[in-house]
C-alpha cells in the first residue's frame, strides 16, 4: 500500500493511462482507483467525475499532461520533460498530436464502429475490462456500454477531430503512417535520445488498442518500425515491478523479455 500518491480512473482510459505509464516510468509506487459508474462515488472529493485526477499527499490536481509536468516537479530523478528550449516544443507538439489526432482515432473506433456487432462487442470488452479492477460495473450495463459511449459528449467531440478521412481503413492508415514519421529513426519519437511525455502519451493509447484487443482498432504493431519503438519504450522499464492496469493484463505488449532476462 502506498498513501502517498493515488491515480483516480478508468481501466482504459487513454488519458489515466498517460499518467499511470508515466508513474511507472518514473517508478513512482502509487495506488490505483478504478472509478464506478455512473455515479463514480470514489471522485466524490472533487465534486467533478473527469478522470484521471491524481492526488499526492493531500492536494488533487486534473488533466494529464499538466499531472505529468506535475510529477517532474515533484519527482525530479527520472523526467519524463525536456527542458531544452527546441526540444521542449517538439515535445509538446507530439504530446499535441496525441490528443488531437491519436485518442480521437481510437475514439471514433469506438463510437464508429464498421458493424452493429464490433459495436456491443467493444463495449461489453471495456465494461468488463473495467470489472477486473475496483470499478463496479453492474452487470446490465454490459450490453449498454457501447451506447452509452457513442452518447458521451467527450468522446463525440473527440473523435469529430478525425472525421475527415472517410473511412475507419483511410483513417488507421494514414495515422499509422505519421507514427511512424514521428518515430522517425528514434530511438524515441522526434527522434530523441531519451524516453518523454510524446513517447508515454502515444504509448499509452497503443497500449489501450492493444492490451484488451479491441475489434476493429488499428493493430500498430503490425508496423515493423513502430513495434520496434514500441519494444524500446517497454524495455526502459525492464525489472520494475508494478501492479497490472487491471489483474490479468500484459505488461508488456511487443519487448520479448525472453531476450532480455
Ligand atoms: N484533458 C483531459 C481529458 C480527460 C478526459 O476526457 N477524460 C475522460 C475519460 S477518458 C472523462 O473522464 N470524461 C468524462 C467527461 O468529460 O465528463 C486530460 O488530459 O486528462
Known amino acids: 500500500m502506498n498513501n502517498n500518491v493515488t491515480l483516480y480512473t478508468h481501466a482504459l482510459s487513454p488519458y489515466g493511462l498517460k499518467v499511470f ?38 492536494e488533487w490536481r486534473l488533466d494529464s499532461t499538466p499531472l505529468i509536468h506535475w510529477l517532474d516537479e515533484i519527482y525530479t530523478d527520472i523526467s519524463l520533460t525536456d527542458h531544452s528550449s527546441d526540444r521542449y516544443e ?31 462487442i467493444t463495449g461489453i470488452k471495456l465494461a468488463s475490462t473495467m470489472n477486473k479492477t475496483t470499478a463496479k460495473v453492474p452487470k446490465w450495463m454490459y450490453l449498454f456500454w457501447g451506447y452509452a459511449l457513442r452518447r458521451a459528449e467527450f468522446l463525440t467531440k473527440s473523435a469529430a477531430k478525425v472525421n475527415h478521412y472517410p473511412s475507419l481503413a483511410t483513417m488507421n492508415s494514414a495515422v499509422i503512417g505519421q507514427l511512424e514519421k514521428h518515430i522517425g529513426d528514434g530511438p524515441f519519437m522526434g527522434g530523441h535520445e531519451r524516453l518523454t511525455i510524446a513517447d508515454i502519451s502515444t504509448y499509452a493509447q497503443i497500449y489501450a488498442c492493444a492490451a484488451p484487443s479491441l475489434p476493429g482498432t488499428p493493430d500498430f504493431l503490425n508496423s515493423t518500425k513502430i513495434r520496434d519503438w514500441v519494444a524500446r519504450v ?4 525492464v525489472g520494475f515491478n508494478f501492479q497490472p492496469i487491471y489483474p490479468g493484463a500484459p505488461e508488456f505488449i511487443a519487448l520479448d523479455t525472453s531476450q532480455t532476462r
Do not use: Y
Request: aromatic share 14%.
Open 21 to 58: 505509464w508515466a508513474l511507472i516510468h518514473k517508478r513512482i509506487p502509487f495506488d490505483m482507483v478504478c472509478v464506478s459508474p455512473p455515479e463514480f462515488p470514489e471522485l466524490s472529493f472533487t465534486g467533478q467525475t473527469v478522470v484521471p485526477v491524481l492526488k499526492v499527499a493531500e
Open 90 to 120: 517538439c515535445v509538446e507538439a507530439l504530446d499535441n498530436w496525441v490528443t488531437e489526432t491519436l485518442i480521437p482515432v481510437f475514439f471514433r473506433h469506438l463510437i464508429d464502429g464498421e458493424n452493429f456487432w464490433n459495436w456491443i
Open 234 to 237: 517497454e524495455s526502459e522499464r
